[in-house]
């Protein structure tokens, strides 16, 4: 073994060229100690999810190169479908007329110049969020870049995944810029999303399961309304139908936390003793039988029209 063999193992992702001049030898490099999520790049372990593919790929990004559509989603933390995660394939975007880079694990797109702005997110150069969002209309229906844009305008903390500040764009911002837009294929789509889009949403699940009770029929529910609890102090509700006195709380996974668990039954006695009707929804609720029987109970406190 020769001491050239100790040479340590650059840290996070690098080029195969930077191992080299680090004093990796060619051996080394092909060998089964390092991991390739990359054609020319090599990582001392293995990539275990859609940013750390994201991050490998950032090595071999030009300075007017950025990642973009799902790829700078994954790292924002915006919400995506199933079908969008765990794939092999790298979103990167130039400035038009730049010639976007072509590989068998890249996808290139031009983006252009009024639409043109490059923010680091962990060491990570993205298009910006609203921009990202814009891309990600080739990929999503109306609903999933709504959920997306809910995204893009909480200013909660408490919302899954998200990194940096919050909100990444203003909620009238986010409806004058997409007003504006002109000349892209899917603009109609994306002011149809920028319309159902509302602050003020904790996660991708309350809004998809408000879009589902608008589809079934129901009004559309006030989303974080503040109302009056027993004790006279205001709290505020996931899903609100003032009128009707109902609140729709969904309850993710995160509500299991000892802590968290032992403050919602508190709240939900409060609420209750507040005259209000509370309804406790998980993701079990939003689809099949579970979702129809749903619609039932709210029907007989909420006047329900036709299905959308």
Known sequence: MTARFH???PPGPFRVAEGL???LTPDRLRGDELHRPHHGVRTATPVEDDVGFCRAFVPRLRRDQALTGPSAAHVYGLPLPA???GLDTVHVAVADPA?????RTVRGTRIRPDLWRVVRVSGMPLTSPFTTWITLARWLD???LTEAADALVTRSTNYPGLVGRRPYVGFEALRRRVAGLRGLTAVALLREAALRARPGVE????TRLRRRLVAAGFPEPEVGGAVAAADGRTLHGDLVYRDERVILEYEGDVHRERTRFRRDITRGRRLRGGGWHVIRVTIDDLGGPAFAELCRDLAKLVPRGPAE
Do not use: K, N, Q
Not at 99 to 103: E, G, I, K, L
Not at 203 to 206: A, I, Q, V
């Open 7 to 9: 040479v340590p193992i």
């Open 21 to 23: 001049r680090a004093g």
């Open 83 to 85: 079908r969008l995660h």
């Open 99 to 103: 010639t976007p880079p072509r590989a």
């Open 142 to 144: 109306v609903d999933e």
């Open 203 to 206: 996660s991708p699940l309350e």
